[in-house]
């Protein structure tokens, strides 16, 4: 089956420390993974994905991925946490369903950074 | 581009009422999913559509749910008769294609339905 799996319901930093969310996947064929940031009372926003190409994907607000064919996973990571990124962070890969491709939602990791 | 729209941002209603949720994607996006979002079961897809047409509504709970989309800026989702389990928040989505699957999703903010 086609999955993705965030392992981490919470992940705790501190402010100025580098951060990492953890993803991994379970697919066939090739792994078109994305991540998405939810702040609260507020939609899903796409932050960066990998298609092909380099292993480490540049997004906004400073965070990176990295993809890692090995290890399944696609884990997403800032070097430098600021309070403001506080969050549920999603992962997401694309499967098969009706024909076309649809991204699948892990559950989610909440991040919380503190000051 | 004021982004996806939907329609009440909150709703509160009580078990056996019929509730409507609205959404308008970005112009010009061919793909629209609804969503449904708790805190136990995380992110659903629960149907979506290509150019107006549903394509997959597997995720659809039960017949007491129905999605429409009559024109390419406009769809519905409607639950009748609701019932307190059907609480959650309800996203609207849309994207340009999905030319394999790499084309991003745009979310609307969502409606928070509450039903008592």
């Known amino acids: 089956a086609q999955s993705v799996a965030q392992p981490e319901d919470q992940v705790n930093v501190a402010e100025g420390n580098p951060l990492t969310v953890k993803c991994t996947y379970s697919v066939s064929g090739n792994p078109y993974l994305f991540w998405y940031v939810q702040y609260p009372n507020r939609g899903l926003q796409f932050l960066l994905k990998?298609?092909?190409?380099?292993?480490l994907v540049k997004g906004s607000y400073g965070f990176e991925a990295e993809f890692n064919k090995s290890q399944t996973s696609f884990h997403l990571k800032k070097p430098s946490a600021l309070v403001s990124d506080s969050a549920l962070y999603f992962c997401?890969?694309?499967?098969?369903?009706?024909?076309?491709?649809?991204?699948?939602f892990g559950r989610g990791t909440s991040l919380i950074v503190h000051p | 581009d004021a982004g996806v729209i939907q329609s009440p941002r909150h709703e509160v209603t009580e078990m056996g009422q019929e509730v409507t949720l609205r959404c308008k994607p970005i112009?010009?996006?061919?793909?629209l999913f609804w969503y449904r979002q708790t805190m136990m079961r995380g992110l659903e897809l629960l149907i979506y559509f290509n150019n107006n047409v549903p394509i997959d509504d597997s995720g659809m709970p039960e017949d007491r749910f129905s999605a429409k989309m009559p024109n390419a800026s406009f769809s519905t989702l409607k639950i009748q008769p609701s019932e307190p389990r059907d609480s959650a928040v309800y996203f609207c989505a849309s994207s340009r294609g999905l030319a394999g699957g790499t084309e991003t999703q745009y979310f609307g903010p969502g409606t928070r339905l509450l039903v008592l």
């Open positions: 990998y298609i092909t190409g380099d292993n």
């Open positions: 997401a890969v694309r499967v098969s369903r009706g024909g076309s491709y649809i991204p699948t």
């Open positions: 112009s010009g996006h061919d793909y």
